[in-house]
């Protein structure tokens, strides 16, 4: 069984940028969350969707925006992108629409110059 | 304050030694306490997880709630080198929406 495909690995973008992140969960699972981890913040949630309708939101700002399709895949996506972007984005997927993220992906590791 | 602290590694123990790893909460309605375990370069991975208070055990893993003194520990016996890795605990009210501790860094020494 495939687990949480996130694309790409690894991204360099300058500021000002957008950038568009992408995550396949495991086949069945509807729920999908997002994080971003820094050294100095540690693991933020950032939204949670299921069944293509967000759940959960972060405290982050309006720049950070996401969405789910049909199939349960998810995007993310950061307008006007700061150096502070900078960071490792995670997804997890869940089967139940209750209990925690049992699933992450391997991450996107986003650099911001 | 975070509403989730963890204690500050890293941490350095002996192979087979019991390894406690402890963090505490402020949000009284949390209700999912989990721990995971994230090796460099990977995502984390759940290691177990509790409904409400209560021990859960699995293997060598022993997970502990106490929520009159919102404490959350995560006991390690037998450690293995294998066991290396950074250990996040995390609380959440609902599906969907952890909040996560800074990680303790647990190095095992063969």
């Known amino acids: 069984k495939a687990g949480v495909t996130q694309t790409p690995r690894y991204l360099i973008k300058t500021r000002g940028q957008q950038v568009t992140l992408s995550c396949s969960p495991i086949s069945g699972h509807r729920s999908v969350s997002w994080y971003q981890q820094t050294p100095g913040q540690g693991l933020q949630f950032l939204f949670e969707?299921?069944?293509?309708?967000?759940?959960n939101k972060g405290n982050f700002p309006g720049r950070f925006s996401g969405r789910q399709f049909s199939n349960s895949r998810s995007e993310m996506n950061v307008s006007t992108l700061e150096l502070g972007d900078s960071a490792l984005y995670l997804c997890a997927s869940s089967l139940a629409p209750e209990g925690p993220e049992a699933f992450f992906g391997q991450g996107t590791r986003l650099t911001v110059v | 304050q975070k509403e989730v602290e963890q204690d500050p590694g890293p941490l350095s123990v002996p192979e087979g030694a019991i390894v406690s790893l402890n963090c505490t909460y402020s949000n009284s309605a949390f209700q999912y306490f989990m721990w995971y375990r994230q090796y460099s370069r990977k995502g984390p991975e759940l290691l177990m997880y509790t409904y409400s208070s209560g021990n859960k055990e699995d293997g060598r893993f022993t997970a502990q709630v106490d929520k009159s003194s919102k404490y959350i520990s995560l006991f390690i016996r037998d450690s293995q080198p294998s066991d290396s890795a950074t250990y996040l605990c995390a609380s959440a009210l609902n599906a969907g929406k952890s909040t996560f501790g800074d990680g303790t860094t647990l190095t095992v020494k063969p």
């Open positions: 969707y299921f069944s293509e309708t967000q759940r």
